[in-house]
């Protein structure tokens, strides 16, 4: 089970921290990952990460502003998003999977129920 958290309303240029704590005590065999949704709109990748906090993954619309990190002691996965514009405004969802990192949402297995992030201008 996963437990999205951190969202809110922030102005543009502004930074937020989402966390996403898991159940379970083998959360260091999932590969990570945060995705988006907007209204009408397919659920996008955002960041990922490996079974090691060494292997990260980013789309090149966040790249160089959003870092993802995990504490496996803590079965917890973070989002660091820095320099927030209004188009990174949606639900943002972490997922597990087993694993190996994957890009597409249909390869996640486990998913938590979303925080809202709203980037005003």
């Known amino acids: 089970q996963l437990q999205a958290s951190g969202g809110g309303l922030v102005q543009a240029g502004g930074s937020l921290r989402l966390s996403c704590a898991a159940s379970?005590?083998?959360?260091?065999?999932?590969?990570m990952g945060w995705f988006r949704q907007t209204l009408g709109k397919e659920r996008e990748f955002v960041a990922g990460?490996?079974?090691?906090?060494?292997?990260?993954y980013y789309a090149e619309s966040v790249k160089g502003r959003f870092t993802i990190s995990r504490d496996n002691a803590e079965n917890t996965v973070f989002l660091h998003m820095n320099s927030l514009k209004p188009e990174d405004t949606a639900v943002y969802y972490c997922?597990?999977?087993?694993?190996?990192?994957?890009?597409?949402?249909?390869?996640?297995?486990?998913w938590g129920q979303g925080t809202l992030v709203t980037v005003s201008s």
């Open positions: 990460i490996g079974l090691n906090a060494g292997s990260t």
């Open positions: 997922a597990a999977r087993l694993f190996v990192h994957q890009i597409s949402p249909d390869e996640y297995e486990y």
């Open positions: 379970g005590r083998t959360f260091s065999w999932y590969a």
